[in-house]
């Protein structure tokens, strides 16, 4: 990447005070407590903030300077991707470019500072707006750094620490929850670390029954077709998201990762064989199973952005195979709604034989009627997976019901991957999720109640499942940091409220509904559930149980031990609720 000069943020004051150097120098091996009390003991007992522009200990423009000198030119000073939509920057052409490709994450991907969920740059600069509208920096970071290795990872947390400010992990910024921006931070950018590496006989040492087979070196910005392509060019196949341009090493595969290979191999975190990770003490740090192992069992399912900044990780590879599909579509023409929610409960019932054979399955319902788009799963042919699909057509065909399907079969994983229809907008809607499991379709009636509870909640919403098997996935429950309920799930429900651009309090209600209506639809036939961090509410009012289980009160001590500092923070990540946001962005304890 081209070096880039940086412009400073107007009205920047002052230099770095005595206070927050004292706090750099004095707190580094203090734990998060201990901390949190020594700040304290500064300000009469009142909550510490993270240092803001205005604030005396924000950092001067020399030193900024200073860091871009560090990072060898590579920091860039936040302009919103939404600027030409207003003011003196304001460009008809290129604002309705931008208008009509804002709902696309790969309109996204090259900004260093634009969140894919709109809700999240608190309305500072929305290109819907007029020009006359203002456009600010809001909710999104102040600089960005644009990382192309661990020094400058090293570099960012320093300055952090040095400076008092809010640190943020950023790698496409394909994030439902807010944690890749936060206001008035220093942002990491991992995107462009591209590195891949086969390892055509990787041998696990150390370890009981450990891994030996082909395995792929995976730098932090690889994007999951990116990996998915160096795979193929090898014979080989990788676990990873259905998403093409999702992160592969970021937050996917931090928080578990779902995708299409789980239901034969595990969830991709399930892969991960070490992680190069840099900690908040500034440290380079391998963590394997064998080395650093409990910073190693909280990266793998603990959630991103949240133990450290991975800068790469080896996960296992699995050689290529034959691949199978099927799309299946039936629509809802007024007069059909009962049969539709009556075949999908046939449909329900034929998922854990589906997946116990190794197949994914996406399915989406809404007002509009029922969708499987798609079943997929290798060393199976089309026509065995159509035995699979019998019933639910049976069904179909029994309540005269009108509907499309198709199967094909493809040589390889990668024809099947590309064979895929276009996924949704990933910046169109709010959403919230729940893990189902199993025991839901058990027997017809815990069916009807399922069945019921999709039904109250797709007559208004987009409600998508995707279906898998991940039970066999590692050796034991607490082998990694995945929540336990995984192990029992059949489907991760993922529901949809429309994000609206011109009205900002319509998205406050409309993400309201998800947590207040149709979520507790779910959790009232699943009181001990659990949700899928990386698609879940931000507003989870229970996150720790919701999102960790069982694993919540190991992964905040592992936290306390390698960020007694509180450098890594993102909303409902372990530890957060030690921290609130105020409504100017400001980060503070509580």
Partial sequence: MPSQSITTVGGLLGVISILVLTIAVGLRNSDYLDYVDYLKSFTGGSSICRTIPGDDSWPSKVDWDQLNQTVHGKLIATVPLAAPCHGDAFDQEKCDALRDNWFFPTTHLDSPSSPMAYQFTNNSCNPFLGPDAPCTLGYHVAYTVNAT????????????????????I???????????????????WTHYMKDLEHIPKYKQEGVESGYTGPAIKIGAGVEVLEAYKFADSHGLMVVGGNCPNVGMAGGYIQGGGIGILVSKFGLAVDQVLSWEVVTAAGDLVTASPTENADLYWALSGGGGGTFGIVVSMTVKAYPDTTFSTVYMSVFNDGKNTDA?????????????????????????????????????????????????????????????????????????FLSSYNSMTSTWNVSDYHIGGRLVARDLIKDQESTDSLVKAVRAISSQALMSGVSFNVAKGVPSVDYNSVNPYFR?????????????????AANKAAQDQLTHTLLPELKAITPDGAGYLNEADFQEPDFKTTFYGTNYKKLLAIKKKYDPEDIFYAITAVGSDRWEEKADGRLCTK
Avoid: C
């Fill in 149 to 168: 290795d661990a020094s400058d990872f090293q570099a960012a947390v320093r300055f952090v620490k040095q400076h008092n400010i809010r640190l943020v």
């Fill in 170 to 188: 950023r790698n496409t910024g394909h994030d439902y929850l807010g944690k890749s921006t936060g206001a008035h931070a220093l942002a990491v």
């Fill in 340 to 412: 539709i929610y009556s075949t999908m409960g046939t449909f329900f019932q034929s998922l854990p034989s589906l997946v116990d054979a190794g197949a994914w399955i996406v399915w989406v319902a809404g007002p509009f009627g029922l969708l499987v788009m798609p079943a997929m799963v290798g060393d199976m042919s089309a026509e065995e997976l159509d035995k699979f699909f019998q019933p639910t057509k049976d069904k179909m065909d029994e309540l005269k019901l009108q509907y499309q399907y198709a199967s094909t079969d493809y040589p390889n």
């Fill in 488 to 504: 029992k799930t059949l489907f991760s429900a993922v529901v949809g409220t429309p994000v609206n651009y011109t009205d900002w």
